[in-house]
């Protein structure tokens, strides 16, 4: 069993900032990529950053230059640094995780419950 919970969402006024957190637990044995998406309501859920297990990252081209995506594999965690924040950055962000368990010999994407994001003009 695995669980990835999520923290650090709220209500920012536009050009601040939020630092999202994502903690893996559970029969882990390794994780691979983690990264984070985005969906607004009524549109499909948007990669928004990803880092491999070697530190390799990617982003949507829309957070370029402000979001940050880092992780600390000796915690399970990821974070996500959103800075310059902009109304259209308004979504719930969801974790997510390419892990393998003890208990297989592959590995499967895994997500957390959600964080919401809300940036005012």
């Known amino acids: 069993q695995v669980q990835l919970v999520e923290s650090g969402g709220g209500l920012v006024q536009a050009g601040g900032s939020l630092r999202l957190s994502c903690a893996a637990s559970g029969s882990i044995f390794r994780i691979n990529a983690m990264g984070w998406y985005r969906q607004v309501p009524g549109k499909q859920r948007e990669l928004v950053a990803v880092?491999?297990?070697?530190?390799?990252?990617n982003y949507a081209d829309s957070v370029k230059g402000r979001f940050t995506i880092s992780r600390d594999n000796a915690k399970n965690t990821v974070y996500l640094l959103m800075n310059s924040l902009k109304p259209e950055d308004t979504a719930v962000y969801y974790c997510?995780?390419?892990?393998?368990?003890?208990?297989?010999?592959?590995?499967?994407?895994?997500w957390g419950q959600g964080t919401q994001v809300t940036v005012s003009s």
């Open positions: 997510n995780a390419d892990i393998q368990t003890w208990v297989t010999t592959t590995s499967y994407d895994y």
């Open positions: 880092i491999t297990s070697g530190g390799s990252t």
